[in-house]
């Protein structure tokens, strides 16, 4: 073999073998990591997972309670509230926008602020969706409002990094409450051209409401909690200012949310029990899945579930195996290729379709339209559930940020409300989600279920072959979706 053919074979085969690190060693030696840590942790923390009165709040005295199902309505609802604050406000989103959404709330904080209101806003810092820059916070701040971030650990931390606060509430004068999957941007209030979330929250008055109050308490003085005037290295991306004049069609707006008739009905819980996760990251600060986990195990007859991701590990599968074993019907929401852009869970979801045959278990993937039967015209051609609720046995409902998910389960701060016995939210919430499952495809389970070519009609070449291409390292990196 010639000196130059030598060359470009050894060439070749350096190439060959740093694709294979790249593609194949890298991925494992993370999963690796992530299994050596998550064991290390578990036994260090054995018996000694840290707790605080607010991760875990009950209360049987009677809350009015609403579901807001649409999203519109859950952005007037949210402006009210606002408005009506007479002491403290305070909020706590992995996403905040700039924006039309967040614009109106912002300046709406930014004028009870300057009447004298306490207004606190905690942020998480995740890169790939961070917006509030630290020159917007210099702004709100000069109008009163007070701003943290949460987590800013750099990439260089791997494991840190990858902890999150993915819980969204808003908290008015420590008695109203809104907590569920949505954060502030249109794509969550229904105004967004181009993509829009069916989401769900849950509006609470009443005594638990305090204890929602304290774990943000909880979470504002903790450790990693970060002033944006201490933040170095963050994007600076030159945007529209968050309390600049409104513009005619802001003002349009924020009259159209002044006239909104409520679209939800409220009703009485007299079973109301928060829960939330510890912060800081660990496996045994996770307490959000510990209780979802046991009400799957209580549940006698039927769960109905929505996540806009089902990623499922072996631990997850077992619940649905022993929720199976039982005879209890399950019925699942979750999107499809075409409804969501999140491709990499939905190559997870395929490659796990095997696993889901189980006795009276039901997987729908939503078709991607707007839902029949708006009040207001559709704004964008494309819409996902993102949703993350359960109605367990027709009485008892969930609503909060849990995703079905091993980041949510291992690696997110997650919260969610329990209603206990309140079998017309129950029915509500059914109802809603009757509606959903009928613009649905079934993947598995159900009538004429249609597998893979369920989940992956309709949506685009180009997004078919980003799932096709990572559908061989979704298992190995599954700890991360």
Not at 140 to 159: K, Q, S
Not at 319 to 334: F, K, N, P, S
Request: include cysteine; aromatic fraction near 8%.
């Amino acid at each position: 073999m010639s000196g130059s053919r030598w060359t470009l074979w050894r060439a070749a085969k350096v190439l060959v073998w740093s694709l294979v690190g790249i593609f194949v060693g890298l991925p494992v030696l993370l999963y690796l990591g992530f299994l050596g840590i998550q064991e290390a942790s578990e036994r260090q923390w054995l018996g000694k997972a840290p707790t605080h009165p607010a991760i875990d709040v009950r209360s049987r005295e009677p809350h009015t309670v609403a579901l807001l199902d649409v999203g519109f309505d859950s952005l007037a609802t949210r402006m009210r509230l606002i408005e009506e604050a007479k002491e403290s406000i305070e909020l706590e989103f992995f996403i905040y926008e700039v924006d039309t959404a967040s614009r109106l709330v912002t300046q709406a904080l930014a004028r009870k602020a300057r009447e004298g209101i306490k207004v606190r806003l905690l942020v998480d810092f995740a890169l790939p969706v961070f917006k509030l820059a630290p020159h917007y916070a210099q702004a709100l701040e000069a109008a009163g409002v007070e701003v943290r971030y949460y987590n800013t650990a750099g990439l260089a931390r791997f494991f840190a990094s990858n902890h999150r606060t993915h819980r969204k509430l808003l908290v008015v004068d420590r008695q109203k409450a809104i907590i569920g999957g949505r954060n502030i941007a249109d794509d969550y209030f229904d105004l967004s051209e181009r993509y829009n979330f069916l989401d769900s929250d849950m509006y609470i008055d009443g005594p638990v409401v305090s204890g929602i109050t304290d774990s943000f308490e909880l979470y504002w003085a903790s450790d990693w909690v970060t002033n944006p005037i201490d933040v170095t290295a963050s994007p600076s991306v030159p945007g529209p200012e968050l309390l600049g004049l409104p513009s005619p069609a802001e003002v349009a707006l924020a009259a159209e949310l002044q006239r909104h008739q409520p679209q939800h009905a409220l009703s009485t819980c007299n079973d109301m029990h928060f829960v939330t996760d510890y912060p800081g990251s660990g496996v045994e600060r996770r307490k959000v899945f510990l209780e979802l986990t046991r009400l799957a195990k209580e549940a006698r007859q039927q769960i109905m579930v929505e996540s806009p991701y089902l990623v499922l590990r072996d631990d997850g599968l077992a619940v649905l195996q022993q929720v199976a074993q039982r005879g209890v019907r399950l019925q699942i929401l979750t999107n499809s290729l075409y409804s969501t852009d999140a491709f990499y869970t939905v190559a997870s979801l395929a490659n796990s379709l095997d696993r889901l045959s189980l006795p009276k278990l039901e997987v729908w993937a939503y078709g991607g339209q707007a839902l029949a039967g708006s009040e207001r015209p559709s704004a964008s051609p494309r819409w996902g559930v993102h949703a993350k609720r359960a109605v367990f046995d027709d009485h008892t409902v969930v609503v909060g940020t849990y995703n079905i998910d091993p980041r949510s389960a291992n690696l997110n701060s997650e919260l969610m409300v329990v209603c206990r016995n309140n079998r017309f939210l129950a029915e509500t919430l059914q109802h809603n989600m009757r509606l959903r499952i009928a613009q649905s495809r079934a993947v598995v389970g159900g009538a004429n279920a249609g597998g893979l070519n369920a989940l992956v009609k309709d949506a685009d070449e180009d997004t078919l072959f980003k799932m096709r291409a990572i559908a061989p390292i979704a298992s190995l990196l599954d700890f991360l979706m």
